[in-house]
C-alpha cells in the first residue's frame, strides 16, 4: 500500500508582466482553473487509495507508462463511480460528466502513471505549473 501522501504543485516562473485588465482576469481565470484541477487529481488519487486498500488489489489499467484516465487509456471510471466519486471528474478545458454512471467514451484530461510503489495523478493541461498528486 502506498505511505507517502504528497501533494505537488511546482509554478514556473512567468516570463513578463503585464500590467491590462484582460491579461489580469485571464491569469485569474487560469488560477481558478488550476485550483480545480488540484482539486480533481487529489481527488482521484483518493479515491484510487482507498479503491485499493479497501480491496487489497491494484488496478491492473494503471501502468507505469502514463495514460489519460479514459475509456480508451487507463479505464478506472467503473471502480470508482459511483462508490468513490459521485461523478468522474474532469479537467476544466473538457466538458463535465454529470452523470453519476460511466458514460462508454469518456475523457478526462487527467494521466496516471505507476512510479514504483506510488499512483501518480496529474494534469498536464495546467497552466504555468507541474500538478501532481502522488499515493
Not at 501533494?7 to 482576469?25: E, N
Not at 462508490?83 to 475523457?107: G, K, S
Amino acid at each position: 500500500m502506498w505511505k507517502k501522501i504528497t501533494i505537488l504543485a511546482f509554478s514556473m516562473t512567468l516570463t513578463g508582466c503585464v500590467s491590462q485588465s484582460s491579461d489580469s482576469q485571464l491569469s485569474a481565470l487560469d488560477s481558478a482553473d488550476n485550483t480545480k484541477r488540484i482539486m480533481d487529481i487529489t481527488i482521484l488519487a483518493t479515491a484510487i487509495e482507498q479503491y485499493v486498500a479497501e480491496r487489497s488489489t491494484e488496478l491492473s489499467e494503471i501502468s507505469d507508462t502514463a495514460q489519460e484516465i479514459s475509456s480508451q487509456g487507463a479505464d478506472i471510471c467503473q471502480y470508482l463511480v459511483p462508490d468513490y466519486l459521485a461523478q468522474l471528474p474532469a479537467d476544466p478545458n473538457l466538458p463535465p460528466y454529470p452523470e453519476t454512471v460511466c458514460p462508454e467514451e469518456y475523457a478526462t484530461g487527467y494521466f496516471i502513471i505507476k512510479d514504483g510503489e506510488s499512483i501518480v495523478v496529474s494534469a498536464p493541461s495546467a497552466v504555468d505549473a507541474l500538478l501532481e498528486a502522488r499515493r
